[in-house]
């Protein structure tokens, strides 16, 4: 076997669907039936999964670390913001492709900065395009709202037939068609020689270069489609929940969204998925729990994962579910699980 062969086998191997895979969406969408009373917490843990899946793009598959990930959020949120608030484009569905497009081009035009440096360098770079969007976004206050936001955003129904409703079923659901399919087009990227060569470069970006692969022309196409997917994000949020102020570019979330990683892991897209499940989950019951230290326990189960080890914890909670897979699919069917430990 060649070696081009090889990686052929490689990738087509980890293309292929596993039942663990299959369930996890099977439970999601289950979710929407058994918990009508949870549609508002679910849709946001929605929104913050495909916001993750975003950031893991690019730093799981192609080790560029960023702090300000949410200026593309932002901006994704503005624009669907605005299309709705002044009638130029009634349609959610294509008025959230034109949000992320809008993001997407600020993706490409700051990706030129971004790949100048390394770790350090960007880091303060990502943290100060978003500062700076943010900055923007207060100072032209008669555009965006200022301190207030937008104010009267009324959504239209999906595809002139699926009205937003007060409990948020409708938004829901919409946000989930929209995670899947973002999902499968991801999935696909990263499969892809696309996906193994930004897998090469994030491993030696040096050595990458040696064999033919353009790097920077690589980092600049992730970058710029982890760009699309936040600002798909941060139309879902505005589309949603009827709101866009200065929040959607504030540090925290980024850095939330760094937490939602360091939880489910990188490099693996339901890394991000699960991350915003288990992080939204802890937030609300240590909220519940003692409101005014919930961060503090948070951060004492990120101290728990780095002593024990993320796929040590992942083999114990898949522990029951892969004996029952095992017993019902055959000895080699489970559930999958994390490549590396990154």
């Known amino acids: 076997m060649t070696a081009a062969s090889d990686v052929g086998y490689h990738a087509q191997r980890q293309a292929r669907w596993h039942y663990g895979e299959v369930a996890f969406w099977l439970i999601v969408l289950a979710c929407g039936f058994l918990f009508p009373s949870r ?27 960023s702090l300000g990930h949410a200026a593309f959020f932002g901006v994704g949120a503005y624009a669907a913001g605005l299309l709705a608030l ?9 008025a959230l492709v034109v949000a992320g497009l809008a993001a997407m081009v600020l993706g490409f035009g700051t990706s030129f900065l971004v790949i100048r440096g390394v770790d350090l360098t960007r880091l303060m770079v990502t943290l100060g395009i978003a500062l700076l969007l943010e900055a923007l976004a207060e100072r032209f206050s008669n555009v965006t709202g200022g301190t ?19 409990f948020g079923k409708a938004g829901f659901f919409y946000s989930l068609a929209v995670l ?18 930004l897998r090469a470069i994030k ?25 699309f997917y936040a600002g798909i994000a941060g139309a879902l949020f505005t589309q949603t929940t009827a709101i866009a102020s200065l929040d959607v570019f504030a540090f925290e979330r980024s850095a939330d969204l760094m937490l939602v990683l360091v939880i489910g892991g990188t490099g693996y ?24 230290y919930w961060q503090f326990w948070i951060g004492l189960v990120l101290v728990v994962i780095v002593l024990v080890g993320r796929q040590r914890l992942h083999r114990w909670v898949l522990y029951v579910p892969n004996l029952i897979i095992r017993q019902v699919a055959g000895r ?11």
């Not at 495909?50 to 192609?62: H, K, P, Q, V």
């Not at 899947?180 to 060569?197: I, K, Q, W």
């Not at 491993?203 to 790097?215: H, K, M, Q, S, T």
């Open 148 to 166: 207030d936001g937008l104010q009267g955003i009324e959504m239209q129904p999906i595809f002139g037939q699926i009205p937003f409703d007060m």
């Open 39 to 65: 549609y508002l917490i679910m849709t946001d843990i929605l929104r913050l999964a495909l916001f993750a899946m975003s950031l893991d793009l690019i730093l799981g598959y192609a080790g560029i670390v």
């Open 269 to 292: 897209l339901y890394g991000g998925l699960i991350g915003a499940v288990v992080f939204r989950m802890l937030q609300e019951l240590f909220s519940t729990i003692t409101p005014q």
């Open 203 to 227: 491993n030696n970006p040096l050595r990458a270069a040696a064999i033919g692969i353009p790097v920077n022309r690589r980092l600049i196409a992730i970058y710029t489609l982890a760009a």
């Open 86 to 94: 002044h009638g130029i484009i009634n349609e959610p569905v294509l």
């Open 332 to 342: 080699k069917a489970v559930v999958a699980v994390p490549e590396s430990d990154t």
């Open 180 to 197: 899947f399919v973002l999902f499968l087009l991801a999935r696909r990227v990263v499969h892809s020689p696309f996906g193994l060569s």
